[in-house]
């Protein structure tokens, strides 16, 4: 019997900059940044004068200041160089903020525009699914946002002694403190390796690097280690803050793109009762992960898992096991006369396309 076909998830577009229409904003045309970039302007229009949102006011402030003190490399791009630079704005605030005689008072800011105050998702992509996980694909611009509240530059991570959280201070210093022993080390090992040939290294010893004995790399190891801890704490906690702020379980707690699903939901369904996780006794212990009573409407993300057996959730058994009890839901559901609606993974996530696959309850 043959494999069934794998299928290819229709994932949003990744933002490279531009303006892109989201009728789901009060200003609904978006200046996107450039690619990786961190602040949105809003417009009633593409020839409209562009607005900030008022929360972006003071981390705009911060990478002013931190691109004042901590200059990048000189780049040919003057857009780049200005005070307000084009990997962080989008290009007309950079060339705007070139002037010698700029101030952020020259910007234009209002209440309330962006999708984090109005709890909606960007409806491009942050980045690739091979540079993050689905969270940041979603809001990385935010996440770059939520850096420079805490006075820290996103990426190269510089940042303002007299305003940073003191807690970030002294994780940000362990880290650059241990990158610097890495480096450090791994230059030493780096030198070996370019060295004359060593008589003490046979012909047939497996060595870590050429003229590096396994033993001689294991400092090099453990500090890399070291290194990618402290990395990896001060992103998740940072990630964690805009998680929440969206609404989202904190790093490793929950399923991102079944929350994206229910607050779509929750916006397209304002005055219906929303069960999350619903556990009825007529479903005999299975759950509908959204659930409308009054239209008798019940919604289902299937992730990867429902499809293809993967081996983290168990393999060809779950599989198995798992397809047997969705069959099973929906006899349930069938017999109780509720609608089941289930989205897979490789559908888009954004509200026009769920109000497609909701009409008839809209």
Request: hydrophobic residues 35%; proline residues 6%; contains cysteine.
């Amino acid at each position: 019997m043959a494999k069934p076909r794998k299928r290819t998830a229709i994932a949003p577009q990744v933002s490279l900059g531009g303006i892109v229409h989201e009728e789901s904003l009060p200003l609904p045309f978006v200046y996107y940044p450039n690619h990786y970039g961190t602040f949105f302007a809003f417009g009633e229009s593409e020839d409209s004068e562009p607005f900030l949102c008022e929360c972006s006011k003071e981390p705009l402030a911060h990478l002013a200041t931190l691109n004042t003190r901590f200059p990048s490399l000189h780049n040919t791009n003057p857009d780049r160089n200005a005070l307000l630079d084009s990997f962080h704005v989008p290009d007309s605030l950079a060339k705007a903020s070139q002037r010698d005689e700029f101030s952020l008072s020259e910007l234009n800011f209002k209440e309330r525009l962006c999708h984090r105050c109005n709890l909606v998702p960007p409806t491009r992509r942050y980045c690739h699914e091979m540079y993050g996980g689905k969270f940041k694909q979603s809001f990385g611009w935010y996440i770059n946002q939520a850096y420079l509240r805490l006075a820290i530059k996103p990426l190269e991570w510089v940042f303002l002694d007299d305003v940073c959280p003191e807690d970030y201070k002294v994780l940000l210093q362990q880290y650059q403190d241990a990158l610097a022993a890495y480096q450090t080390e791994h230059s030493r090992l780096n030198e070996m390796v370019y060295g004359p040939k060593r008589s003490d290294i046979s012909a047939d010893e497996t060595t870590y690097w050429r003229n590096v004995k396994m033993e001689e790399a294991q400092p090099m190891i453990e500090l890399r280690k070291e290194k990618q801890k402290l990395q990896t704490r001060i992103r998740n906690n940072v990630e964690n803050i805009v998680r929440q702020e969206f609404g989202f379980k904190k790093v490793g707690e929950g399923w991102v793109s079944e929350t994206m699903l229910s607050q779509i939901i929750e916006r397209l369904f304002p005055s219906e009762k929303i069960i999350r996780h619903h556990r009825p006794e007529w479903l005999e212990g299975l759950e509908l992960d959204i659930y409308l009573p009054e239209l008798e409407l019940g919604i289902e993300y299937q992730g990867q898992q429902h499809y293809h057996p993967i081996k983290a959730w168990g393999g060809e058994r779950a599989l198995r096991e798992l397809k047997e009890r969705d069959e099973r839901k929906k006899v349930l559901c069938h017999k109780l006369g509720v609608t089941l609606i289930e989205v897979d993974y490789t559908e888009p996530l954004t509200d026009a396309h769920i109000t497609e696959r909701l009409k008839g309850f809209l």
